[in-house]
């Protein structure tokens, strides 16, 4: 059974944001799309099961229900929630990020 893939317009906004740093300042248009990449797999991943990846080790987050999954190969980390059959993706963060902070 196939999950509904619903990214939030502040993750949509976060991903933007990256992904212009990662060409416009550090000049690396190659890590950009390594990232965008890893990111449609981890969506892919997403849509199929998305229970294979673990709970948010913030305690916080996973008494909220979020779960993350990492970006292959990159330090980024994205945050989502399951609904139903929807899942919620609700920030992609940087991992030395304190990202749990800027949940919405």
């Known amino acids: ?3 509904n893939l619903v990214v939030v317009d502040h993750a949509d906004e976060q991903i933007d944001k990256l992904v212009g740093y990662i060409i416009d300042r550090l000049k690396n248009p ?8 890893g990111l449609e797999k981890i969506y ?3 849509r199929e099961h998305p229970l294979q990846f673990p709970a948010c080790t913030d305690e916080f987050l996973r008494k909220r229900g979020y779960h993350e999954a990492l970006v292959p190969e990159m330090n980024y980390r994205v945050i989502f929630r399951i609904e139903s059959q929807n899942v919620y ?3 992609v963060f940087h991992a030395l ?3 749990e902070s800027k949940i919405q």
């Open 89 to 91: 993706i609700v920030g």
């Open 97 to 99: 990020e304190n990202y």
């Open 44 to 46: 892919e991943r997403l």
């Open 30 to 37: 190659d890590a950009a799309m390594r990232f965008l990449d």
């Open 1 to 3: 059974m196939d999950y």
